[in-house]
């Protein structure tokens, strides 16, 4: 096989012999992408994540189209990637998939270096504070926006207190930060914690909420 480097190849091009080494091109972009691939998996590897690999070097059984990388990384977060070279372009049927795959709310990264697919997958990770303030929303069926209103109706009320009284018991923030986080001020919090720590103690179904995002929160690591 004949082996050549992009600087080389691009000298031969440059005489007028690119002509004379059929196929060059395709090998350094496949050997360029073959790079990316193994810087890939060495990452994943690194962080304790689990891949699903279509392999260069063997005929794929999966469907045309289909991602390079299923990864199963930490905090439930899935990724899948198609690696392409700096110039690559993705195939019909890459595209395809990829539509198809943005039409169900999923995303497929097309990552062209390891620094890019490592900017991808930290972008994901969620500011802890905001994650907590979500599964309280959810708790209670509210937007999370509202938590941060000035809307005092009951689910959301009981929401906010729930998040203030997380954030400075369990996640040690002062009621400083909490209040600048919540849009309010710091009585405002150490009222709503004071509240939340009396209801624990007689309401079932405060106390059966509060277990299950502290559960949800320590399992995906934000405390």
């Not at 198809?100 to 500011?127: C, M, W």
Request: net charge neutral.
């Amino acid at each position: 096989m004949v082996r050549m480097t992009q600087a080389e190849y691009y000298a031969l091009q440059q005489k007028g012999l690119a002509e004379a080494a059929p196929g060059i091109l395709t090998l350094i972009s496949a050997g360029e992408e073959a790079k990316l691939h193994d810087a890939i998996m060495a990452e994943c590897k690194a962080r304790k994540w689990q891949w699903i690999h279509n392999r260069m070097d063997k005929r794929s059984t999966t469907a045309p189209g289909v991602p390079d990388f299923v990864i199963l990384a930490d905090k439930g977060r899935v990724f899948f990637v198609e690696c392409k070279t700096r110039t690559g372009k993705l195939t019909t049927e890459q595209q395809a998939f990829k539509h198809h795959a943005d039409y169900n709310g999923h995303t497929v990264h097309v990552v062209r270096s390891p620094e890019e697919f490592g900017q991808i997958v930290d972008a994901t990770l969620k500011n802890p504070t905001e994650r907590i303030l979500e599964l309280c929303a959810d708790a209670y069926g509210v937007e999370v926006e509202a938590l941060k209103s000035k809307d005092r109706h009951q689910p959301v009320s009981d929401a906010r207190s729930l998040a203030m009284y997380l954030l400075v018991r369990h996640a040690g923030q002062t009621s400083g930060q909490v209040a600048e986080v919540i849009n309010c001020n710091r009585s405002n919090v150490s009222h709503a914690v004071c509240r939340v720590e009396e209801r624990l103690t007689v309401n079932i179904m405060v106390r059966s909420r509060m277990e299950a995002v502290l559960a949800a929160c320590k399992e995906e690591e934000l405390l």
